[in-house]
Nanobody, 123 residues
Framework: QVQLVESGGGLVQAGGSLRLSCAASGRTFSYYTMGWFRQTPEKEREFVASISWSGGGTRYTDSVKDRFTISRDNAKNTVYLQMNSLKPDDAAVYYC????????????????WGQGTQVTISS
């Protein structure tokens, strides 16, 4: 079992920045792919970004490339999502997830999920 706890969400103005964190506990964190997804009431859950177990590989959905950066610190069992130049369309509940496949953007490939953290953008 792996437990994931997200933090760092909140209210920010359009154009601003937030950094989300996801702390993992349980099985060996460093062997797992980590991903961020987001969901709104109007849309299905969508892939945002992922990072390989070593941190050497990353993937992003097109809409966040050059604005978001995913990183991980295996010594702290934590993955981060730095979000810059935030837009109203980025508002969502952001979920951290982990799985053993790489690379993948499919939520069905992720085995464990956090409870989510709300990101709200004011225009």
């Amino acid at each position: 079992q792996v437990q994931l706890v997200e933090s760092g969400g909140g209210l920010v103005q359009a154009g601003g920045s937030l950094r989300l964190s996801c702390a993992a506990s349980g099985r060996t964190f460093s062997y797992y792919t980590m991903g961020w997804f987001r969901q709104t009431p109007e849309k299905e859950r969508e892939f945002v970004a992922s990072i390989s177990w070593s941190g050497g590989g990353t993937r992003y959905t097109d809409s966040v490339k050059d604005r978001f950066t995913i990183s991980r610190d295996n010594a702290k069992n934590t993955v981060y999502l730095q979000m810059n130049s935030l837009k109203p369309d980025d508002a969502a509940v952001y979920y951290c997830a982990t799985g053993r496949r790489w690379p993948t953007t499919r939520d069905s490939d992720y085995e464990y999920w956090g409870q989510g953290t709300q990101v709200t953008i004011s225009s």
